[in-house]
């Protein structure tokens, strides 16, 4: 159980389009989404964290606009990157945990974003 | 704040060789868990281990062991007997246990470690 999808798992696009990630728990439902960045050869770095129903909750340097965040439902979150440029080519990375009072997250495994 | 530093940023080992991961981390919470991930060459995250605070006992886990020290802000691991499967990259990371937020139990990363194991 505990299973995180997510779609695409590459994506390449030209610069100045916008592409949707989704991120989808299979098998429970997923009270809060956290979306990650990871560049190569370095750290998970936390961008934000979403609750279904409200608004995501972004870390301090991570462009609310650039980078819409909607969780509409108990399994599913998107992430947007819009007017994408080759600096947001990066390894975004899905998790999701099971209620506020449960720790773990469940990791997706990840969409390679690259922006020509 | 929290910080979760990982001083090794490389080891490279010979097939069956130990080789230990340093972790040291930094918060102000009394109640907070640790983690360790793996993270092989397809990218996707690998969940060894969850420790709380309060439990400072050590564990084994077949070739892996963690060697949990509140004292000394320390969460180091262990690969005994290392194969060339272990090759990878490890994270720790640290969660403090907010359970009436909204945005708990966010995770910080440390910076990895990437063990090489040659055959």
């Known amino acids: 159980g505990a299973v995180v999808s997510q779609h695409p798992s590459w994506v390449i696009c030209k610069s100045g389009t916008s592409v949707k990630i989704e991120c989808r728990s299979l098998d429970f439902q997923a009270t809060t989404m956290f979306w990650y960045r990871q560049f190569p050869k370095q750290s998970l770095m936390l961008m934000a964290t979403s609750n279904e129903g409200s608004k995501a909750t972004y870390e301090q340097g991570v462009e609310k606009d650039k980078f819409l965040i909607n969780h509409a439902s108990l399994t599913l979150s998107t992430l947007t990157v819009t007017s994408a440029h080759p600096e947001d080519s990066s390894f975004y990375i899905c998790?999701?945990?099971?209620?506020?009072?449960?720790?773990?997250?469940?990791f997706g495994p990840g969409t390679r974003l690259t922006v020509l | 704040a929290q910080k979760v530093t990982q001083a090794q940023t490389e080891i490279s080992v010979v097939e069956k060789e130990d080789v230990t991961l340093d972790c040291v981390y930094e918060?102000?919470?009394?109640?907070?868990?640790l983690f360790w991930y793996k993270q092989p060459p397809s990218g996707e995250l690998v969940f060894l281990i969850r420790r709380n605070s309060f439990d400072e006992q050590n564990e084994i886990s077949g070739r892996y062991s963690w060697n949990f020290q509140k004292s000394t802000s320390s969460f180091n691991f262990t690969i005994t007997a290392s194969q060339v499967v272990d090759s990878a990259v490890y994270f720790c990371a640290l969660s403090e246990a907010r359970l009436r937020e909204a945005a708990g139990n966010k995770l910080t990363f440390g910076g990895g470690t990437r063990v090489l194991v040659k055959p």
């Open positions: 918060t102000r919470d009394t109640t907070y868990y």
């Open positions: 998790s999701a945990s099971r209620g506020r009072t449960f720790v773990e997250q469940f």
